[in-house]
């Protein structure tokens, strides 16, 4: 799954093909700042109400930002992230009235990369996004295919197998399976992996994190492969053969 970096924003930019936000809410004006404010920074900004819309909207035309109130309808931000985290690597801001512990911290577990209140300006939202993108998603990985067991990884096509089959994974669950693959059987260490996905420099909640290796062990359950990733308490995660 492609994610667009800061460089291919201005590329878009010159050539008319803006990146695309998506602003979700229960409707059409409350979250109305947020995409006006995306749309005069140069973004494609599509509005929706209710997570299915969401949801449909987001699988029809892959975004690069998702905006989520955290009251949308159809089970609320939270069930909202997880099912949008099934599919795509989009960077997601949830937006809660006044931002609790709890709250964020839900949010952030389903795989939000940002909580912000709602009252929060289109401007500010569009500088967060802007950021966002400037941190690019990238696995700095060289040499393959790598092969674990059943499971193997093809750099050059981006493809993953496991139980003779493709695996359909996003991006990120791509990039932490390459990386794995790539050290097995050794342990990559939390930071080392975030580094590799999200670049130096930048390091979300360890939460975030923990949603892609978790939706990663899932499709490999699922696969059937002879594979899984194991996690060292305290450490990181490998990529070891089943027993």
């Known amino acids: 799954m492609h994610r667009r970096g800061y460089d291919d924003v201005m590329d878009a930019a010159a050539s008319g093909l803006m990146p695309r936000a998506l602003v979700a809410d229960g409707g059409p004006e409350a979250l109305g700042d947020t995409a006006g404010g995306l749309a005069a920074d140069g973004f494609d900004v599509e509005q929706v109400s209710g997570a299915a819309a969401m949801l449909a909207s987001a699988r029809a035309v892959p975004p690069d930002i998702v905006v989520i109130g955290f009251g949308i309808p159809d089970g609320g931000a939270v069930d909202a992230v997880r099912a949008l985290r099934e599919f795509s690597d989009a960077y997601v801001i949830v937006a809660i009235g006044v931002p609790d512990e709890v709250s964020t911290i839900l949010a952030l577990s389903m795989g939000a990369d940002d909580v912000v209140g709602a009252g929060t300006s289109g401007r500010e939202m569009a500088a967060r996004a802007r950021a966002m993108m400037r941190r690019p998603r990238v696995a700095a990985i060289v040499g393959g295919p790598f092969a674990v067991g059943g499971v193997t990884v093809d750099l050059l096509t981006r ?11 996003t991006r990120i669950e791509f990039d932490v399976l390459a990386v794995l693959a790539e050290a097995a059987p050794a ?9 590799r996905i999200w670049g130096p420099g930048w390091f979300p909640d ?13 499709k490999l359950v699922a696969a059937g492969a002879d594979a899984s990733v194991v996690t060292a308490r305290g450490v990181g995660f490998r990529l070891a053969v089943d027993d």
């Open 206 to 218: 360890d939460h975030v994190l923990d949603v892609h290796v978790s939706n990663l062990r899932r």
């Open 159 to 169: 493809g993953a197998r496991a139980g003779g089959a493709d695996l359909d994974l």
């Open 187 to 195: 342990v990559v260490a939390r930071a080392r992996l975030v580094e």
